[in-house]
């Protein structure tokens, strides 16, 4: 069975301190590993896809990087507003849906 | 352009009646996607639309039904509820039905089962 996981479930850290989520996944048969922020209450908002071992994306202060086992989320420079639940999810063989890790609640505080 | 939209926003209904989601997709997406994500728990896939097909669905029983309408909006329907259907319902749209496209999510309908 395909498995996504991530790791740590919580993370506190200061502003300013920068850290790495990550998130490691069945290996065979990869398609695309996704990052999404969801906000409580709210639906996942798309961050990045990446495809292939060695790809990296940034935007802002997150930067997602995927090896052949598994995709770090580093955050940068943290701030408050950075505060919510990060999920990573990948694809596998066509005619199926995407499976969601668990997620990593991170909790920035000033 | 408008992102994806669910309605209603919340719902409550009593053990044993129906609920109906609705869900609109991005303008150009044939896609739509159906989770569940209840509390403590991670999205559980549901259903998947495309084209006006269901496509797949996900471990969940047969009283979870939907439906894709020709102007690509979807609908998912819960019949009997139970309990521990008390859950965040999060409709997700995609450009077409590969895996590799990018699903952008709605902003969820919070169904209270009582």
């Known amino acids: 069975e395909d498995q996504v996981t991530q790791s740590p479930e919580a993370l506190r850290l200061q502003e300013g301190e920068s850290s790495s989520l990550n998130c490691s996944y069945t290996?065979?048969?990869?398609?695309?590993l996704f990052w999404y922020r969801q906000d409580p209450g709210k639906g996942p908002e798309f961050l990045f896809t990446?495809?292939?071992a060695g790809e990296e994306k940034e935007k802002e202060r997150l930067k997602a990087t995927l090896t052949k086992k598994e995709s770090f989320l580093h955050i940068t420079a943290p701030k408050p507003e950075d505060s919510a639940t990060y999920l990573c999810?990948?694809?596998?063989?066509?005619?199926?849906?995407?499976?969601f890790g668990k997620g990593t609640t991170l909790s920035v505080s000033s | 352009e408008a992102g994806v939209t669910q309605s209603p926003t919340h719902l409550i209904k009593t053990r044993g009646q129906q609920a109906t989601l609705r869900c609109s997709p991005i303008?150009?997406?044939?896609?739509v996607y159906w989770y569940q994500q209840a509390l403590g728990l991670g999205l559980q896939f549901l259903l998947w639309?495309?084209?006006?097909?269901?496509?797949n669905r996900g471990n969940f029983p047969p009283r979870f039904s939907g439906r894709q309408f020709p102007n690509y909006s979807s609908e998912l329907n819960v019949n009997a509820l139970e309990l521990e259907d008390s859950a965040l319902y999060l409709c997700?749209?995609?450009?077409?039905?590969?895996?590799?496209?990018?699903?952008?999510f709605g902003p969820g309908t919070r169904l209270t089962v009582l």
């Open positions: 990446l495809y292939s």
């Open positions: 303008s150009g997406h044939t896609s």
């Open positions: 290996v065979s048969g990869l398609r695309g």
């Open positions: 639309y495309d084209e006006g097909e269901e496509r």
């Open positions: 999810a990948a694809s596998y063989q066509a005619g199926t849906a995407l499976i």
């Open positions: 997700a749209s995609s450009l077409g039905g590969t895996t590799t496209d990018t699903q952008y």
